[in-house]
């Protein structure tokens, strides 16, 4: 597979008009990857992340593939607090929740408030909650076997706290 012509094909997805099929379409019968790639252009609205997009969404993934993180973010989720707190709240020490915290902030999934010598962290915003939300809360649908809500099509009801 050429891998210029993929990401090529990434880049324009969705914003112009005119696609290129990507090089493993091409790789079967030109009818057959002709019929192949036109699935998507019929659907209304379709698009696909470019190359940089997709990079930093990956990049979320891997700042929050670390339990102490998903913990230190469901906690700041629910308010500000200080470097102090959270290492007692997550059982670790200061200087690994501050090397924690200062990766988070770089990914822009934190953000800081300086009060005189004090920094208080919060969660960057509410993009940051919906993915702790749903990890969780589908964790919890894993951990549990419950079954999934009642209308799949639709947004699921808003949880105010994990299963119980
Ligand atoms: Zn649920």
């Given at each position: 597979?050429?891998?210029?012509e993929?990401?090529?094909?990434?880049?324009?997805?969705?914003?112009?008009?005119?696609?290129?099929?990507?090089?493993?379409?091409?790789?079967?019968?030109?009818?057959?990857?002709?019929?192949?790639?036109?699935?998507?252009?019929?659907?209304?609205?379709?698009?696909?992340?470019?190359?940089?997009?997709?990079?930093?969404?990956?990049?979320?993934?891997?700042?929050?593939?670390?339990?102490?993180?998903?913990?230190?973010?469901?906690?700041?989720?629910?308010?500000?607090s200080?470097?102090?707190?959270?290492?007692?709240?997550?059982?670790?020490?200061?200087?690994?929740?501050?090397q924690?915290?200062?990766?988070?902030?770089?990914?822009?999934?934190?953000?800081?408030?300086?009060?005189?010598?004090?920094?208080?962290?919060?969660?960057?915003?509410?993009h940051?909650?919906?993915?702790?939300?749903?990890?969780?809360?589908?964790?919890?649908?894993?951990?549990?076997?419950?079954?999934?809500?009642?209308?799949?099509a639709?947004?699921?009801?808003?949880?105010?706290a994990?299963?119980?």
């Amino acid at each position: 597979m050429d891998r210029a012509e993929v990401t090529d094909s990434l880049r324009t997805g969705g914003r112009s008009g005119r696609r290129t099929p990507p090089a493993y379409l091409r790789s079967h019968a030109d009818s057959k990857a002709a019929s192949l790639a036109s699935v998507h252009n019929d659907l209304p609205g379709f698009s696909m992340p470019n190359e940089e997009q997709a990079n930093l969404a990956a990049e979320t993934f891997r700042m929050l593939a670390d339990a102490t993180r998903v913990k230190l973010l469901w906690a700041l989720l629910q308010g500000e607090s200080s470097v102090t707190c959270l290492a007692e709240l997550v059982g670790a020490g200061p200087t690994a929740v501050s090397q924690h915290l200062a990766k988070l902030r770089l990914a822009r999934l934190v953000k800081t408030r300086r009060e005189g010598t004090f920094v208080f962290y919060s969660a960057a915003d509410v993009h940051v909650r919906r993915l702790l939300d749903e990890a969780l809360y589908h964790a919890d649908h894993a951990d549990q076997d419950l079954p999934d809500h009642p209308d799949p099509a639709g947004e699921p009801p808003p949880h105010v706290a994990l299963h119980a």
